[in-house]
Structures are given as C-alpha cells and as structure tokens.
T-cell receptor, first 113, second 113 residues
Framework: KAGVTQTPRYLIKTRGQQVTLSCSPISGHRSVSWYQQTPGQGLQFLFEYFSETQRNKGNFPGRFSGRQFSNSRSEMNVSTLELGDSALYLC????????????FGPGTRLTVT | DQQVKQNSPSLSVQEGRISILNCDYTNSMFDYFLWYKKYPAEGPTFLISISSIKDKNEDGRFTVFLNKSAKHLSLHIVPSQPGDSAVYFCAASAQSGNTPLVFGKGTRLSVIA
C-alpha cells in the first residue's frame, strides 16, 4: 500500500506570493491533518479534514486555508506569504478521525525569500 | 504557552545502553500520549502510545512510562542501537485521541557505536 505523498517536495516563493501544497493520503484513509514544523516551534497543528469537512483548526492566521476533496486528497493554501512561513509542511492521514494511527508524509519544504 | 515540553534538545548514548527521553505536559485534559520518531528528509513515524488508564506500555525495545500525578512521561529504549539515532517527538491528545495532537519540540538522540 502506498504511503502518504506530498507534492511538491521543495518550493521557493517570494514574499507576498501565494502557494498551494498537495497531499494524497493512504488509500482508504478519510482523515487528513496538516502540521507546520519549524526549528524553533516544533510541529504545530494547522487543521484537520475528515470526509471533506474541516473538523479542527489550529491557531494560525486566516492566510492559511485548506480543503479536502471527495477522494480524500487535500490541499493547503497560504496567501500573502511572509518570511516566517518558511517551514516544513507535513501532512498526516488516518483511517478514521482518531490521532492514534496517523501516518505522515515526507513533507514539503517551503522557503520564502 | 507550551503544553508539551521536551526539555532536552539532544541526548547522546552509547550503543547497547539505555536511552531515556523525557516529556512533561501541563494540560490535565490530555489523556492519550504518543511518541514519534523522525529521520531527516522523512515524515515522523509512530513508535508507541499510552492511554492515561495505564502507567506503562511496552513494545519490544521501547517502553513508555506515564506518571499522571507528575504530568510526566518517558520513553525508554533498551538496548539502544545506532539506527535509533533520530529526533523523537512526544505528543499528547485529549478525549482519548479525538483532539488534535500537541507536539513537543523534539529531542535529538544520537546513539554512538
């Protein structure tokens, strides 16, 4: 069974631009969560989608948004990029909306210049 | 406000000895705890978990201990192997795993041959 895939793996953007990151969960998994990892803050929860509905949202500004499609694939969007948005963005999927068995993708490394 | 704290950014252990990674939490609503391991350029992988109804959970070389009164948990790896060298994240959730994970900042373990 294929694991969680994230595209692109690396991205360089300029301040003020917007970016869309994609996540394909493990086949059959209906829950997708997004995390931001930075050296100073560790992993911070962004949001979680289950059956196309946002179930939980972390403490991030409205510039960060996401969605989930009927095939459980998920995208997250960051508008008006700031230098501080440079981070590793991780996606995790689970069969149901339960955190005990989350499987992470390799992440997308976003650099904002 | 850091609800999950891993106060040791790094730990160095000799091969064959015990590795002990520590984690403290402040939120008394947390009742489910997990440890994840992360290698460079990969997403975190689930290692072991423990529910607050237990004080110990064992899986092979890995044992997690939970001290609810002290709001402290620890991960023991015995014996440590060079392949265990990675960053270890402690995470916590409330409602038996039905709320988003809150991660610590991680501890980098180096196992020296």
């Amino acid at each position: 069974k294929a694991g969680v895939t994230q595209t692109p793996r690396y991205l360089i953007k300029t301040r003020g631009q917007q970016v869309t990151l994609s996540c394909s969960p493990i086949s059959g998994h209906r829950s997708v969560s997004w995390y931001q990892q930075t050296p100073g803050q560790g992993l911070q929860f962004l949001f979680e989608y289950f059956s196309e509905t946002q179930r939980n949202k972390g403490n991030f500004p409205g510039r960060f948004s996401g969605r989930q499609f009927s095939n459980s694939r998920s995208e997250m969007n960051v508008s008006t990029l700031e230098l501080g948005d440079s981070a590793l963005y991780l996606c995790a999927s689970s069969l149901e909306a339960w955190v005990g068995e989350q499987y992470f993708g390799p992440g997308t490394r976003l650099t904002v210049t | 406000d850091q609800q999950v704290k891993q106060n040791s950014p790094s730990l160095s252990v000799q091969e064959g000895r015990i590795s002990i990674l520590n984690c403290d939490y402040t939120n008394s609503m947390f009742d489910y705890f997990l440890w994840y391991k992360k290698y460079p350029a990969e997403g975190p992988t689930f290692l072991i978990s423990i529910s607050s109804i237990k004080d110990k959970n064992e899986d092979g070389r890995f044992t997690v201990f939970l001290n609810k009164s002290a709001k402290h948990l620890s991960l023991h790896i015995v014996p440590s192997q060079p392949g265990d060298s990675a960053v270890y994240f402690c995470a916590a959730s409330a409602q038996s795993g039905n709320t988003p994970l809150v991660f610590g900042k991680g501890t980098r373990l180096s196992v020296i041959a």
